[in-house]
């Protein structure tokens, strides 16, 4: 119908803008013309994981991205209800650091009664977004990390499968964000040229368009971290790839494992074995791969045997098994540590992928010290010019179902390292105000200090 509508649309008028809710994005290559997020965070339904998700997923389309956000409270319909000003200014902020342009969406009264209130909060926000225009205009993101997206990644006509895709990259992408780093996600279909490092987050499963995919991407000098089942064929009965270094034994016999971690990956991790809330694989090492951290077993599995609940159980002995290894530029760890994330937020799994990207990505786009994990920190680029969104902003739960931005969290002293990949900058500067800012040139880095980040800045390395 899609196809009938756009076809017929075109006829009449070929300059129309084209969109069609609720068709997969992309499935609508050849009918639309531009994309539409549509993404309200106070609705669970979406919530504030959405939005860095799906705009780096639909960034890879190449058609023009809109992110469509509301001024209700809770959900479309709520007439009477009017978000806060700080959270619907992150969503537009965020989005446009994302390479999206923003709408805010109402409902008319039926009486066609206008709301001044909403009004005057959307031009507030406007005015304050119209002069970041010079920066925004044909910017384009800049990501080096590619997450690939589980089948079947953002098609939401299959199920329990879906569920699981989504959960794992939302896992992969609040991790990702909360370590700074820059990147996009890209389905099967899309190219995964043009990268540094490919993340298989714990359900990649590989046929052979997409294992060759990971081996062009290796004989460039690309890396690889993948998760869980990641890496194997879709039969789940052993490894495509003889870059993994690992014969698959099938699920971990181990539930829960628990993680120790070697001195390779031990930096900032508690010196303890560190739990594996969800089941993983069973991995063995071949020769010439190293192990970075082994598995330990608990007394007893987690288990009912018809008259006591098995569920205090503590970590008893190593199994000899491997939990992460390395060969050369491929990184894998045994369990879904993505997923894991995504369900229960253990930060010792965030500060294993961050020991990781260590080594399989030791030069980033970009550093930033001195923000916190719930600040974000995008890249987009224009013709002479690099830019770094810095965003501090924290959704905070209320109640039983609400998060909740009341106000912006204001951040002192951020040091930002660009990765000096081009001519050295004419000026760098805060934008809109023109600040200038200090830079210094060492180690390969362009650095700068920025003194005050009031919820969000931008801050220009210009040619």
């Known amino acids: 119908m899609a196809k009938r509508i756009a076809e017929a649309a075109r006829t009449l008028r070929p300059d129309l803008l084209l969109y069609f809710n609720g068709v997969d994005y992309e499935d609508q290559q050849e009918i639309g013309t531009y994309l539409e997020l549509e993404c309200l965070p106070t609705e669970s339904w979406w919530g504030y994981e959405t939005l860095p998700l799906y705009g780096r997923f639909m960034r890879t389309l190449g058609k023009p991205l809109l992110n469509m956000t509301g001024r209700f409270h809770r959900s479309w319909g709520d007439f009477g209800g009017l978000r806060t000003e700080a959270s619907l200014e992150y969503d537009c902020l965020y989005g446009l650091a994302l390479g999206m342009r923003t709408t805010i969406g109402d409902h008319f009264h039926p009486r066609g009664d206008l709301n001044p209130a909403v009004f005057d909060l959307i031009e507030r926000i406007y005015t304050r977004l119209q002069k970041l225009e010079p920066w925004l205009d044909g910017a384009k993101s800049l990501a080096e990390i590619a997450v690939v997206a589980p089948e079947p990644g953002f098609s939401h006509e299959h199920g329990e499968a879906f569920t699981q895709s989504q959960n794992a990259l939302k896992g992969a992408t609040r991790i990702l964000c909360e370590l700074k780093a820059q990147f996009d996600v890209v389905s099967y279909r899309r190219s995964w040229d043009g990268y540094r490092l490919l993340v298989l987050p714990d359900l990649v499963l590989l046929d052979e368009p997409a294992a060759a995919k990971v081996r062009a991407h290796l004989e460039r000098g690309g890396a690889v971290l993948s998760t869980g089942w990641s890496g194997a064929d879709l039969g789940k009965k052993g490894f495509v790839l003889p870059e993994w270094g690992l014969r698959l034994d099938g699920e971990d ?16 991790m508690p010196r303890m074995p560190i739990v594996l809330y969800d089941r993983g694989t069973a991995v063995s090492p071949l020769e010439g791969t190293s192990v970075l951290a082994g598995i330990v077993a608990p007394y007893y599995n987690r288990h009912w045997d018809g008259e006591h609940g098995f569920l205090y159980l503590p970590p008893d002995r190593e199994t000899g098994r491997a939990a992460v290894t390395m060969r050369r530029s491929v990184a894998h760890v045994s369990h879904p540590v993505f997923t894991t994330y995504f369900n229960h937020a253990p930060v010792p799994m965030r500060q294993l992928v961050a020991n990781l990207l260590e080594k399989l ?23 002479r010019r690099r830019m770094v969104h810095l965003l501090s902003y924290v959704p905070e739960r209320r109640g039983s179902s609400i998060d909740m931005i009341e106000e912006p969290i204001e951040v002192r002293d951020v040091s930002v390292a660009l990765r000096n990949d081009g001519p050295n900058p004419a000026r760098v500067y805060l934008a809109p105000s023109g600040q200038e800012m200090p830079c210094e040139i060492a180690e390969g880095y362009l650095r700068t200090r920025v003194p005050v980040v009031p919820g969000y800045a931008l801050v220009v390395f210009e040619e």
Do not use: C, I, W
């Open 253 to 268: 016999p181990n539930d829960p494992a628990y993680l120790s971690a070697g001195p390779e990956v031990s930096a900032g």
């Open 361 to 383: 990505l030791p030069h980033p786009l970009v550093k930033v010290t001195g923000l916190p994990s719930f600040a974000r920190v995008t890249m987009t680029r224009q013709s």
